[in-house]
T-cell receptor, first 114, second 111 residues
Framework: EAGVVQSPRYKIIEKKQPVAFWCNPI?????LYWYLQNLGQGPELLIR????????DSQLPKDRFSAERLKGVDSTLKIQPAELGDSAVYLC????????????FGPGTRLLVL | GQQLNQSPQSMFIQEGEDVSMNCTSS?????WLWYKQDPGEGPVLLIA?????ELTSNGRLTAQFGITRKDSFLNISASIPSDVGIYFC???????????FGSGTQLTVLP
């Protein structure tokens, strides 16, 4: 069974540019998460989707960050415009209905904003 | 919000030695998860614990869910070089679908 897929793996952009990350969760997993991980820290939740509905986006900086999961499968996280402090790893995870607390992570997208 | 205190922050051990790390919380968790993160990769689930007192093994790894539900530990026996990485504890909070992570234990295995 394929795991969580993310692309791109790495992205280098200049500040004020837009950037987008893509995630494909494990097949059959209705819940999808986007996390931010700064160097030396654990992941922190940005947004959680149940199917196509964003049910927890309290930690998402909505002035510049947006996310969508239009058909309840793939998801895109966007930053516009990017700032220097956005340099981090952006992780996508998914979980199934039988063990909702157990999340499986993708490899992440490493963003560097210059 | 809930916080997980993970210790030690880092460990340097010789290959073949056993390792122990733990995680504590000021509030109760109903699930404890242990993840390992290799450089340049996302966290990989090692062990999931769902019941207080539960002791679960995965190869050379053993984890226990504390009786008080406020702590958990992870043991690695006979460490090998590929055990190098960052180990995170995590537990669901809020609606049980939001994971809170510890700050991680950086493990280095010396040959």
């Amino acid at each position: 069974e394929a795991g969580v897929v993310q692309s791109p793996r790495y992205k280098i952009i200049e500040k004020k540019q837009p950037v987008a990350f893509w995630c494909n969760p494990i097949s059959g997993h209705n819940t999808l998460y986007w996390y931010l991980q700064n160097l030396g820290q654990g992941p922190e939740l940005l947004i959680r989707y149940e199917n196509e509905e964003a049910v927890d986006d309290s930690q998402l900086p909505k002035d510049r960050f947006s996310a969508e999961r239009l058909k309840g499968v793939d998801s895109t996280l966007k930053i516009q415009p990017a700032e220097l402090g956005d340099s981090a790893v952006y992780l996508c995870a998914s979980s199934g209905s039988t063990t909702p607390g157990t999340q499986y992570f993708g490899p992440g997208t490493r963003l560097l904003v210059l | 919000g809930q916080q997980l205190n993970q210790s030690p922050q880092s460990m340097f051990i010789q290959e073949g030695e056993d390792v122990s790390m733990n995680c504590t919380s000021s509030s109760i968790f109903n699930t404890w998860l242990w993840y390992k993160q290799d450089p340049g990769e996302g966290p990989v689930l090692l062990i999931a614990l769902y019941k207080a007192g539960e002791l679960t093994s995965n190869g050379r790894l053993t984890a226990q869910f504390g009786i008080t539900r406020k702590d958990s530990f992870l043991n690695i026996s006979a460490s090998i070089p590929s055990d190098v990485g960052i180990y995170f504890c995590a537990g669901p909070s809020g609606s049980a679908r939001q994971l809170t992570f510890g700050s991680g234990t950086q493990l280095t295995v010396l040959p």
